[in-house]
Structure formats: C-alpha cells, structure tokens
C-alpha cells in the first residue's frame, strides 16, 4: 500500500509541476530574473503551495500518526552548520545557472528537455561528489554545528 501511496504522491507532484511550468527552464529563470525581463507567475505557484503546505500541517498534525506510517518522523537536528549553508548555495547557484531544481528537472527528464540531459547527470554527480566529501569533512573537522538563534 505504502508504495502505491509513495508513487501516487509523486505523480501527483510531477503532474503539477508541469502544469506550474516549474519543468520550463526560461519560465524559472526569468522569474529569478528580477532586474530584466521578470515573470511574476511562479509567485503564484509558491503561494499556492504555502497555503495547501500551512493548511495541510494544520489538518496531519490533529492525527496522532500519518496515515500509512506507524508515528511522524520529523528531523532531529535543528543546527545551521557549514554543510547545509553550502549545500543551499549550491543549490541557489545551481537552480539560477540551470533553470532547474531537482523535482523538476527529474520531471522533465523523460520530456527529453535538452537542459535536463546534463542537469540531471551533473546532478547525480553532485550527489556522489557529496557523499564521498562528507566522510573527509567530518574527519578534517569541518562542519562544526553552531546553535540556530
């Protein structure tokens, strides 16, 4: 049950990614684009999926588990540290200079979008890239924690 679940989350979510135009490189960059030729709509997309976010917490949080899961795994540390100030930069820099973020360049990718056959393997990379760093990191010391204020 929990697969079909899982799987028709995800194409629920990759279904409205397309229709936001979150899968079209040009729509993201000139959202992004403020000083030149800015398109607004996106905004729209985000406050759409702020309000069904904010409404949908309201409603899970009265249930005393999920649905298809024995108790709410929610994450357990709450520090700002090195690794996820670089890894949102990483991700900011990657999102403006491609276009694409990972939902929907994944999304797009059996559209064959031409941006998405490099995307999606650099992104892969990336991800290998930071997995075999972090052990090194933790050994050098880098990525002390320091408390969120």
């Given at each position: 049950?929990?697969?079909?679940?899982?799987?028709?989350?995800?194409?629920?979510?990759?279904?409205g990614l397309v229709v936001a135009g979150?899968?079209?490189?040009?729509?993201?960059?000139?959202?992004?684009?403020?000083?030149?030729?800015?398109?607004?709509?996106?905004?729209?997309?985000?406050?759409?999926?702020?309000?069904?976010?904010?409404?949908?917490?309201?409603?899970?949080?009265?249930?005393?588990?999920?649905?298809?899961?024995?108790?709410?795994?929610?994450?357990?540390?709450?520090?700002?540290?090195?690794?996820?100030?670089?890894?949102?930069?990483?991700?900011?820099?990657?999102?403006?200079?491609?276009?694409?973020?990972?939902?929907?360049?994944?999304?797009?990718?059996?559209?064959?979008?031409?941006?998405?056959?490099?995307?999606?393997?650099?992104?892969?990379?990336?991800?290998?890239?930071?997995?075999?760093?972090?052990?090194?990191?933790?050994?050098?010391?880098?990525?002390?924690?320091?408390?969120?204020?």
């Amino acid at each position: 049950m929990r697969p079909l679940l899982g799987f028709a989350a995800g194409l629920l979510f990759g279904v409205g990614l397309v229709v936001a135009g979150m899968t079209d490189p040009a729509k993201v960059l000139n959202f992004l684009d403020v000083a030149g030729t800015w398109d607004p709509s996106l905004a729209f997309v985000m406050g759409g999926a702020l309000v069904t976010t904010f409404l949908g917490y309201r409603l899970v949080w009265q249930r005393e588990a999920p649905f298809a899961m024995p108790s709410f795994q929610l994450p357990q540390q709450h520090n700002v540290d090195a690794p996820l100030l670089t890894g949102a930069a990483l991700f900011g820099i990657g999102w403006g200079i491609g276009g694409y973020c990972p939902g929907p360049a994944w999304t797009a990718l059996p559209l064959a979008a031409p941006g998405t056959l490099v995307f999606v393997p650099a992104l892969v990379l990336g991800l290998l890239a930071g997995s075999w760093a972090r052990p090194l990191a933790a050994r050098a010391g880098i990525g002390k924690t320091a408390r969120a204020s």
